[in-house]
């Protein structure tokens, strides 16, 4: 059963656009999320996070939005540019129960085209 | 600047070996985080680790083992390895709670199994 969801498995942008990557979860106790960035052949690095008391949380050119009510969070990119092609994983965690593990979603591949 | 270091960047085994991955950090983190990542399955949890000589099951244990004998170093070990056991390996260091709690990846490690 898959808590975490990313249900787009790949987004096509053009340079200067807004990328826009979907979670969603089903796990009402899950209260920290994360987004992550991948290139090929290295780990993921952060990106960007969210505790569930903040509906928005922003960083330069990336936003993250959460929506507790439709468990539903987004990463938004703007502008976009070709650096940011890669592999973008969203991670939760019921930080509040004492759990130190984070769920991954299967991840969205962005391609920013120049 | 934080750092998490895989022993090998690729690996070819032969069905039935005994494989060893190292993972090693160097910022005193009590949590560490093995991880396989497959298309389309994004990154699942094999073992974790909260303390020296303490492990949990994640989400897909079997097949492997770990061992923690020392805080910055923790071991996923392969007892016979098999080819759907082909995969990139992931290790990652958090630290405990406290609000923020950002896990850091090693550069993983590509095994393929023969």
């Known amino acids: 059963d898959q808590q975490v969801k990313q249900n787009s498995p790949s987004l096509s942008v053009q340079e200067g656009r807004i990328s826009i990557l979907n979670c969603d979860y089903t796990?009402?106790?899950?209260?920290?999320f994360l987004w992550y960035k991948k290139y090929p052949a290295e780990g993921p690095t952060f990106l960007i996070s969210i505790s569930s008391i903040k509906d928005k949380n922003e960083d330069g050119r990336f936003t993250v939005f959460l929506n507790k009510s439709a468990k539903h969070l987004s990463l938004h990119i703007v502008p976009s540019q070709p650096g940011d092609s890669a592999v973008y994983f969203c991670a939760a965690s019921a930080g509040a129960s004492g759990t130190y593990k984070y769920i991954f979603g299967t991840g969205t591949r962005l391609k920013v085209l120049a | 600047d934080v750092k998490v270091t895989q022993s090998s960047r690729y690996l070819v085994k032969r069905t039935g070996e005994k494989v060893f991955l190292e993972c090693v950090q160097d910022?005193?983190?009590?949590?560490m985080f093995w991880y396989r990542q497959d298309p389309g399955l994004g990154l699942r949890l094999i073992y974790f680790s909260y303390d020296v000589k303490m492990k949990e099951k994640g989400d897909i244990p079997e097949g492997y083992s770990v061992s923690r004998e020392k805080k910055e170093r923790f071991s996923l070990i392969l007892e016979s390895a098999s080819t759907n056991q082909t995969s990139m390996y992931l290790c990652?260091?958090?630290?405990?709670?406290?609000?923020?709690?950002?896990?850091?990846f090693g550069p993983g490690t590509r095994l393929l199994v023969l």
């Open positions: 910022m005193d983190h009590e949590n």
């Open positions: 990652a260091s958090s630290s405990l709670g406290g609000g923020v709690v950002t896990q850091y």
């Open positions: 796990n009402s106790m899950f209260d920290y």
